[in-house]
């Protein structure tokens, strides 16, 4: 099948800014989405990128390179409760399945 | 409040039993979806219904059943075929398929014994 691959940890500090990379395979790709998952919790949607740029949403950012088969979502103004594991999701040949990445686990000290 | 519940929250089981975890929706989504999410990694699809009667095979469907007799709900039965069945399973929905925003249930926790 398709494989994403994002970076198994990343660690910041409060107030910081953090960027997430996702690149994916180009055959077929449709779509980029993140989403996030508190430890033992549901993965919650932030965001979704179908076209190149960035798309804002308060402190969180999402980009989308096509011609690079790249994606990030950059996290502002860290705190604490930012701290969960982040996945990208891509959505290929417009079918109606997502293809999850391994998730990155994001730790934010004070 | 609308929303997706899962139950059991956790529920174990001794190997060669079939058990079948619940999912409701009351947000009127067309389609249904479960994943498996073992521990640090991703989610993967097992099945996926884009409407009611109607399911689909995901990636790691082998070991389990799905029916999909109502809109609301979407049962997943974890047979004993499934050959390493503890794990995290997550519900979700979506408005319609293909939509990118899937909104998840809290996860049942299966350990099997």
Redesign the interface.
């Known amino acids: 099948?398709q494989s994403l691959e994002q970076p198994?940890e990343v660690t910041a500090v409060e107030g910081a800014i953090v960027q997430i990379n996702c690149t994916y395979q180009t055959s077929g790709f449709y779509?980029l989405?993140w989403y996030q998952q508190h430890d033992?919790?549901?993965?919650?949607?932030l965001s979704?990128n179908g076209l190149d740029g960035l798309e804002e949403t308060g402190r969180f950012s999402s980009f989308l390179s096509r011609s690079d088969s790249y994606g990030y979502l950059l996290l502002q103004e860290l705190q604490m409760k930012d701290s969960a594991s982040y996945?990208c999701?891509v959505?290929y040949n417009?079918?109606?399945?997502?293809?999850?990445?391994?998730?990155t686990?994001l730790m934010v000290k004070p | 409040d609308g929303g997706i519940t899962q139950s059991p929250k956790y529920l174990f089981r001794k190997e060669g039993q079939n058990v079948t975890l619940s999912c409701e929706q009351n947000l009127n989504h067309d389609?249904m979806y479960w994943?498996r999410q073992d521990p640090?990694?991703?989610?993967?699809?097992i099945y996926?219904s884009?409407i009611v009667n109607d399911f689909?095979k995901?990636?790691i469907a082998e070991g389990y059943s799905v029916s999909r007799e109502k809109k609301e709900s979407f049962p997943l039965t974890v047979t004993s075929a499934q050959k390493n069945p503890t794990a995290f399973y997550?519900c979700?929905s979506s408005i319609t398929?293909?939509r990118?925003?899937?909104?998840?249930?809290?996860?049942t926790r299966l350990t099997v014994l």
Do not use: H, I, K, V
Not at chain 2, 100 to 107: A, L, N, T, Y
């Open positions: 099948g198994s779509g989405s033992g919790g549901a993965p919650t949607f979704y996945f999701a959505r417009a079918g109606n399945m997502l293809t999850f990445g391994g998730g686990r | 389609a994943y640090g990694q991703g989610l993967r699809l996926y884009q689909q995901g990636d997550l979700a398929p293909g990118d925003e899937q909104f998840f249930g809290p996860g």
